[in-house]
């Protein structure tokens, strides 16, 4: 009878070794599947960007425009809400350019080719709104050029001449392993807040039946058994409901990465494939899986040595050492210090591992704590077990919580984070315009052409803005200090600047200086042409200066120029089609529209961080749950006995609630604060200085800790119910 | 020497199936053998009393190798057994050892056919034979019948009768059995008893058995008194 038969033979008869070997299979399987999405998260993003490094317009190298094959430009474009990337491109006659993935043929001047999300987004709106900008739809870009079907993109066709402002070209971008340091770092980070949870339903799930599994084995070496087979026997026992998990964890994976390509990250979906693991990968995962999970089972089972009598732990509980209450300052001071010596991200990344580490150390010491006051201060026999309970063993009680206490850590870390790098990424910053005003940047030359264009077009559209030629220049002052200024009519101005016309004066003058101009030049580092003395000035509340035509002598000749359109809410779409279209596919943006991509990109972190910490939690709060039952099956005999004495069910339920969820209501609040700490200290790290946001939605991970806390506290109320029913004679 | 009474002229010539010298165990400040002396031979039944803490059960595990002693020597058959590795130790229960625990010690998801079979399974034996052995002494026993049956499906009295074909299946030399009669009322414990007193002495596998009861000690060929981790005194009976 080999250790394999016995554990076959097991997990046939002993419904609670089936339980527990099912829920073992549903950690491993929850294990697997999570570390096969996070791994390939890497290759999901070199797979996006082997589809869509076109789309990034030029490779590095130069070409002379004389000798390009082609001229693109490429732009981020908003409509209805939605982000629109766009490329156009002018075929040259130097050459053919091969199409890029999902082109069959470039589109001619005055065509595009679109995406089939942004067909259809054409197709549901007025030609005004979208559909205007990209002149003729002669077709649709297949897959394999997207990041997925959902991506708003077009690819116009422009004529050499009238495409404006552009790059040559003689190839499209190729990919050139481009890492999304910031994707990488999630799924880093995921990595542990998933996996450690994973692991600890895991072990959770494993101890569920240690006590009759150590009854079995101290029988099997009565009878003969050596100490290996014993091994044997318990890796056998583990491996069948590993491997299931394993494979299951593989089998499942492609539902996991369907799921999760719904989770869009840069602004679109994935695809499934995207997200698929390289096979070798997980040829690694499904062997180093089982050889963790089975090596922590035999390194656990040295712990216990399996005397024919019965088990012995080889190093009993000592009491835990106060020193311990040292290692959480210790690792937040050394986290403080990584954060503020500006060392590697990598040695801030230990220390903040040491740190979650830390809650392992100090954890069990608060838990005896704890269960040392409980002692003192019992006034019944089921007060007195729980105390006990907590101050003997406070490893293992303290054990079910450490999943709930990391997701929290982490809930609060990232909530610390959020809302502080949210108000810093939308905050007002010195605006030069109106939140509000469409602008686009061009070169001098195109400047006339591009606002005739555009007022063409809103005329055609029925809007009564009209385009503002703004040019850039430089003044300077008595002392030669340069400031950036923009030339323009006051009257014509104002609206785009997001100012009264009746701040202009009547006459020309020059707007914002801090002191009184002297010179003028087309860019810094140009010839400076002297400004009439005693120029009339007024006061421009706006980071730049703003000189009127009149006063900027002839000789002055500016190279690149501002185009600009006020908009409200009800007319923004048209005008920035007008816009888009006028300028031949320019980037049109505005404040508003930077504060929106920000916020886009936001409310990604956001859902990526709210899933992670809801399969965090839920994962924690089943490993809890599971620990609390096996706890009370551990000792049924003892509560067997209790209630056999007369002690009530109820009185017993309630105080293995509060057994089970003390500590971790304690250590979530502990790991509360220092998941703030360390968001605080993170915030430290970035260049900028932001101002603190601490939202009430801080206590939110806290609140679900507890909660979660308490009911997998909760579940004794049933097993103790099962004690009582089941007979003690089968043990 | 009190524990080394041979029970017959026989006994004397022959080597004893297995001895104890100068045995000590402590438990912490607490010395449960204080320098213990037994032999017990081959088809000899010694029943070992005493007071509760007064070192029996440790004597007990000493000997089969269970528990390591401090000081002394334990021999089986004229050979040293008690500083052999904890693997051939294991050997040794599976092939030489048969155990009877008050507890039963049955393997809770095996049939009481598996249970009786599983020291020579363990050993290597074929499947086959050694079920069939197993099917053989479950027959001996009166459990015929219930081969199939589950630990949990038994009654006390004839958990300990798988327990008591386990222990004899393989023929062992030497027979420990700890209060085997402890947890079954008087008349299912007498019968228990004399099965395993009448099988040891047909197949003359030595037994040593820990008692509280004054009657069932009465029934086995020498009596051990034990106080104090010492032995007091040595009483024929039969």
Redesign the interface.
């Known amino acids: 009878m080999n250790a394999f038969r016995i554990a076959l033979r097991v997990l046939r008869v002993d419904r609670r070794t089936r339980t527990s070997a099912l829920l073992t299979a549903v950690g491993v399987t929850v294990a697997t599947s999570l570390v096969l999405l996070l791994l390939g998260l890497p290759y999901a993003v070199d797979a996006r960007e082997a589809r869509t490094a076109w789309q990034q317009g030029a490779v590095t190298s130069e070409v002379a425009p004389e000798e390009a094959k082609a001229l693109i430009k490429t732009s981020r474009d908003r409509a209805a809400g939605e982000i629109i990337e766009r490329m156009d491109i002018a075929l040259t006659q130097h050459g053919e350019l091969p199409p890029p993935p999902g082109v069959d043929k470039f589109p001619g001047p005055g065509e595009s080719l679109v995406s089939p999300a942004l067909a259809e987004l054409i197709d549901d709106q007025p030609a005004s709104v979208v559909g205007e900008r990209f002149g003729k739809v002669v077709g649709v870009i297949g897959s394999d050029g997207l990041r997925h079907d959902n991506q708003l993109f077009a690819l116009v066709g422009q004529s050499p001449t009238g495409i404006g402002d552009a790059n040559p070209i003689n190839e499209f971008a190729t990919p050139f392993g481009f890492a999304d340091d910031e994707l990488e770092l999630l799924a880093g980070v995921g990595l542990v807040v998933l996996l450690v949870p994973s692991l600890v339903l895991v072990a959770s799930a494993a101890r569920l039946t240690a006590t009759r599994r150590e009854q079995r084995l101290a029988a099997f070496r009565l009878a003969g058994a050596t100490p290996r087979q014993v091994v044997a026997m318990v890796v056998a026992e583990l491996a069948i409901p590993t491997v299931v998990g394993v494979v299951l964890g593989v089998v499942v994976n492609p539902l996991v990465r369907w799921w999760a390509s719904g989770v869009p990250w840069d602004g679109s979906e994935w695809y499934p494939a995207d997200l698929a693991t390289p096979t070798w990968l997980v040829v690694v995962a499904v062997v180093v899986l089982p050889l963790l999970v089975l090596g922590a089972a035999v390194l656990g089972l040295r712990r216990v040595v399996i005397t024919p009598l019965g088990a012995v732990r080889s190093t009993p509980n000592k009491p835990l050492g106060a020193w311990r209450v040292l290692a959480l300052p210790a690792a937040l001071a050394a986290f403080w210090f990584a954060a503020r010596s500006g060392e590697s991200l990598a040695v801030v990344l230990i220390a903040l591992a040491a740190l979650i580490g830390s809650a392992t150390v100090i954890g069990p010491w608060v838990t005896a704590v704890v269960g040392r006051g409980l002692v003192k201060s019992w006034r019944g026999p089921a007060g007195l077990l729980a105390g006990r309970r907590l101050h003997t063993d406070p490893k293992a009680a303290y054990r079910s919580s450490s999943g709930v206490v990391l997701a929290v850590f982490v809930g609060t870390m990232a909530l610390t984070l959020l809302p502080t790098i949210e108000g810093a990424e939308l905050a007002p910053r010195d605006p030069m315009f109106a939140a509000s005003t469409l602008r686009t940047f061009t070169s001098a030359e195109h400047a006339d052409d591009i606002v005739k264009q555009i007022d063409d077009r809103l005329k055609r559209y029925g809007q009564q803005e009209r385009a503002v030629r703004l040019d850039e220049v430089v003044l300077t002052d008595s002392d030669g200090a340069e400031y950036g200024a923009v030339v323009g009519r006051c009257a014509e101005a104002a609206p785009v600047l997001g100012l009264s016309p009746q701040m202009c004066r009547n006459e020309p003058a020059v707007y914002g200086m801090p002191t009184r101009p002297k010179g003028i030049a087309a860019e810094s580092g140009d010839q400076i042409k002297a400004l009439p003395t005693n120029v009339p000035t007024a006061d421009l509340p706006r980071p730049v200066a703003l000189i009127d035509p009149e006063l900027v002598p002839e000789s002055v000749q500016p190279v690149s120029s501002i185009v600009a359109v006020a908009t409200t809410d009800a007319n923004r779409d048209p005008i920035r089609t007008a816009m888009v279209a006028g300028s031949a596919g320019n980037q049109v943006t505005s404040d508003q529209d930077l504060v929106l991509n920000g916020s886009n990109h936001l409310d990604e972190l956001r859902r990526v961080t709210a899933i992670g910490i809801v399969i965090a939690g839920l994962l924690a709060g089943c490993s809890a749950a599971i620990a609390t039952a096996g706890s009370v099956m551990d000792r049924r005999r003892t509560f067997g006995a209790m209630i056999a004495a007369g002690t009530q069910m109820s009185v017993l339920a309630r105080t293995l609630r509060v057994e089970a969820s003390l500590p971790a209501v304690i250590a979530t609040f502990g790991a509360g604060l220092a998941g703030v700490f360390v968001g605080v200290m993170l915030l430290g790290l970035i260049d900028s200085p932001l101002e603190l946001v601490l939202s009430p939605w801080l206590l939110a991970p806290v609140v679900v800790g507890v909660i979660v806390a308490v009911l997998a506290a909760s579940v004794c109320g049933p097993a103790l119910r099962r004690v009582r029913q089941e007979p003690l004679s089968d043990e | 020497m009190l524990g080394q009474e041979p029970s017959t002229v026989q006994n004397v010539l022959a080597p004893p199936a297995i001895s104890g010298r100068r045995l000590v165990k402590n438990y912490g400040p607490h010395r449960a053998l204080a320098g213990v002396d037994i032999d017990v031979r081959r088809g000899e039944a010694v029943a070992i009393v005493g007071p509760s803490g007064s070192g029996k059960s440790t004597l007990l ?1 000493v000997l ?1 190798g ?2 390591a002693a401090d000081h002394g020597e334990v021999h089986l058959g004229g050979s040293r057994i008690d500083n052999l590795s ?2 051939r130790r ?6 030489e050892f048969g ?1 009877v ?1 008050q507890q039963g ?6 049939t009481a056919e ?2 009786v ?3 020579m ?3 290597g034996s074929d ?1 086959g034979q050694a079920l069939q052995a197993a099917r053989h002494w479950l027959d001996r026993l009166g459990l015929a019948g219930r081969y199939g049956s ?3 499906e038994l009654s006390g009295g004839q958990a300990q009768r798988v327990a008591i074909a ?1 222990a004899l299946a393989h023929q062992p030399s030497v027979v420990f059995a700890d209060e085997p009669t402890g947890q079954l009322d008087s008349r299912t414990g007498a019968e228990i008893m004399n099965v395993l007193l009448e099988i040891c002495a047909e197949t003359q596998a030595a037994i040593l058995v820990v008692t509280h009861d004054r009657e069932l000690a009465a029934r086995a060929t020498r009596s051990v008194a034990i106080r104090d981790g010492q032995i007091e005194s040595a009483v024929l009976t039969a």
């Open positions: 595990h089969a269970i528990v904890e693997a294991s050997l040794l229960r599976r092939s155990f625990f010690m049955l393997v809770a998801e095996l598996e249970n079979a599983l020291p399974l363990l050993g499947r589950f630990p949990g386990r």
